[in-house]
């Protein structure tokens, strides 16, 4: 029996060495391990700013059974178009037409019975755009939202959406770099001091996309490759750095 008993408490010993004995050797891989990859740490930093500079656009149409006189037309209206902007503030620097587009429709015909049996043509088509550029933002502002009395002189003027843009961009994007690289340096350096590790040197930085969405837009309209905002006239810019150092 003592023999037994010998027996199992020497096997016991054994099993509790063994076990340290691979408890070290964890720990000397966690340890490998850890210098290896070292501390990595993702900084971030974001921006409010408001355009400065607006793109308006808009178009305007008008047709007729003869090519002349469906540019008679269009002639007129772009010269009321013109006037309109110009009476609204608008100066001839800031405003730029196209040029004209046109086209002759075709009028599908069909017999008694229903049958296609061709096409006539039709009326000429004739289409201008009008492009306004200012960094007056309120004007153009109250222009695209106020078009009744260009309708009212009979033009058929559609009005698109302002585009909204900021003038000194790559310098907020230089700034925001600097901030979320400070902020990624100084998460790394909370980690490394809480942890009692000492940083040996940086091994990598990377840079995230920028982000430019609508103020207080949900995190949705964030994409991967990156956002360009221009349907709001207050934006906020977003970047986020990634920095990896290796410890000792």
């Known amino acids: ?37 070292g501390i990595t740490a ?4 974001s921006c409010d700013f408001e355009a400065d500079l607006v793109v308006w656009r ?8 003869t090519s002349k006189a469906a540019y008679s037309k269009l002639k007129r ?14 100066t001839d620097s800031e405003m730029v037409f196209s040029s004209v ?4 429709e075709s009028l599908s015909q069909y017999n008694e019975n229903g049958d296609y049996i061709g096409d006539i043509p039709g009326d000429y088509k004739l289409n201008q ?31 698109d959406s302002p585009e909204y843009y900021y003038t000194k961009l790559d310098e907020l994007k230089l700034q925001l770099i600097e901030e ?11 980690v490394a001091r809480e942890s009692g590790a000492t940083l040996a040197g940086m091994n990598s930085a990377n840079l995230g996309v920028f982000q430019i969405t609508a103020t207080n837009s949900a995190s949705d ?28």
């Open 101 to 104: 587009n046109i086209y002759r």
């Open 42 to 45: 993702t900084g971030s930093a």
């Open 77 to 90: 209206d772009s010269e009321l178009v013109r006037r309109y902007l110009l009476d609204s503030g608008v």
């Open 221 to 248: 309209e964030y994409s991967s490759g990156g956002t360009f905002n221009t349907s709001s006239r207050n934006k906020t810019a977003s970047i986020t750095v990634k920095l990896n150092y290796s410890v000792k």
């Open 180 to 190: 979320a690289t400070q902020n990624a340096k100084a998460r790394v350096d909370i």
């Open 129 to 159: 755009e009008v492009s306004v550029s200012s960094q007056d933002v309120d004007k153009i502002d109250k222009i695209s939202r106020d078009i009744s009395a260009l309708i009212e002189s009979g033009v058929e003027f559609t009005s």
């Open 58 to 65: 808009g178009s305007f149409k008008s047709s007729a059974a």
């Open 1 to 37: 029996m003592k023999s037994r008993g010998a027996l199992a408490a020497a096997l016991l010993g054994i099993s509790a060495i063994i076990c340290v004995a691979i408890f070290v050797s964890g720990m000397k891989q966690f340890r490998k391990s850890d210098i290896k990859t």
